[in-house]
């Protein structure tokens, strides 16, 4: 397919996907759209609602000369609750609703690869597996894929992510981790309530919970490496209802960051001496629930490698991607399946999750042949080690 005629297409299914966002596991209208477009190419999906094992979201296949070996592209379809402030012709008509990280975006390219892959797809090493995930800003939409067991016969897995603050067409390529492991944390505070003159009465759960939240600035700023990179903050504060009562409870929630396994455990395991010590000095109950919620990317080096020299090959600028705290939960895929998640710049005037977020949509038909051509020479690579 030739370039131009690509980028149109793409470009008016974009304008269709930024129009329609959905949120996390409702991304019912756009499986449909997806799977249409899927279909209008003969395109067979798998592992797609209602029968394979997804109610949101699918997975296509392309089968080339040989089923094996099989490499998968990901892209994720679901957007944010943000009220959209672009000013784009094609702003958002789902109310309050808004493809605000770009995921829009993600799905159009992997859309072109898949045109682009089905039209040379007697020239294919293998099979190639392109992911239409679900529910990635926090629904555990990878955790769905994964246990449709659709991917268990995979060798390579590649993802893309636009990246807001890149000039326009710049493949960023890092090897290990570019986005930090994501922890979560709910604490319960059980005081006991009473009259706000008599706080000797009771044991107050709000003057625990500011003793806590201070006690657990300490973990970050003197426990930690000052060269290694973490985060901890609190993000939900509740407790009482009037004035003049002491209530018997507080909730505290949060989340924190780190690029290693041990950090975050770490991390966790200090916030609960907090608690521990808090309530000691209190003398009331406290209850620490946490746990991982993804772990942090890490991109396959030699894969790595392979990816920033195909982008090359292609005539992308490629450099390297700075780390960023934000979780990603391509990460659940490489914790089974070596591979690399890579950026693509699109010049936005507002960061990503921001309600002027804009994706240059020129970069549309660059992402397709990059997908397309990662699947291409990766089954190519596996093929000729001999691993079919
Ligand atoms: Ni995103």
């Not at 759960?205 to 985060?231: E, G, H, K, W, Y």
């Not at 924190?256 to 975050?264: D, I, N, P, Q």
């Amino acid at each position: 397919m030739e370039t131009a005629g690509l980028q149109d297409r793409l470009e008016q299914h974009f304008k269709w996907f930024h129009e329609h966002p959905e949120p996390s596991n409702g991304e019912v209208e756009t499986t449909a759209r997806i799977r249409d477009i899927l279909g209008e190419a003969g395109i067979e999906t798998v592992a797609a609602p209602p029968d394979g094992g997804l109610k949101t979201g699918l997975v296509a296949r392309i089968r080339g000369k040989a089923e094996k070996p099989v490499v998968a592209l990901r892209c994720d379809i679901d957007a944010l609750p943000i009220t959209e402030e672009s000013g784009l012709p094609y702003s958002s008509r789902n109310s309050g609703f808004m493809h605000a990280c770009g995921h829009d975006f993600h799905t159009t390219s992997l859309l072109g690869a898949a045109l682009l892959l089905n039209d040379e797809r007697e020239t294919l090493e293998g099979t190639v597996k392109l992911i239409f995930q679900p529910a990635e800003e926090g629904g555990g939409g990878a955790w769905q894929v994964l246990e449709t067991g659709v991917l268990d016969d995979v060798s390579e897995i590649y993802g893309i992510h636009v990246a807001s603050d890149q000039a326009s067409g710049i493949i960023g390529i890092s090897p290990g981790a570019t986005h930090a492991g994501v922890g979560v944390f709910k604490i319960a505070i059980k005081g006991k309530g009473a009259h706000a003159a008599a706080p000797h009465h009771g044991r107050d759960p709000i003057v625990a919970a500011a003793q806590l939240i201070n006690a657990a600035q300490i973990i970050l700023s003197r426990t930690i490496d000052p060269f290694d990179q973490a985060v901890l903050s609190f993000t939900h504060v509740e407790a009482g209802t009037t004035w003049n009562v002491i209530p018997e409870e507080a909730l505290l929630e949060g989340t924190f960051r780190a690029f290693t396994k041990e950090k975050l455990t770490w991390i966790a395991g200090r916030l609960e001496a907090c608690c521990r010590g808090t309530a000691e000095a209190a003398g009331l109950a406290i209850d620490c629930d946490w746990r991982t919620y993804t772990p942090a990317t890490n991109n396959d080096p030699a894969l790595s490698e392979f990816a920033a020299e195909t982008a090359r090959s292609l005539g992308f600028p490629v450099a390297p991607v700075g780390r960023i705290m934000g979780g990603e939960d391509f990460a659940l895929y490489q914790q089974r399946i070596p591979g690399v998640f890579w950026t693509i710049g699109v010049n936005s005037p507002h960061g990503t999750h921001h309600p002027g977020f804009i994706a240059d949509r020129a970069q549309l038909s660059s992402s397709a042949r990059l997908h397309a051509a990662l699947a291409r020479r990766s089954l190519e690579r596996l093929r000729g080690k001999g691993t079919a």
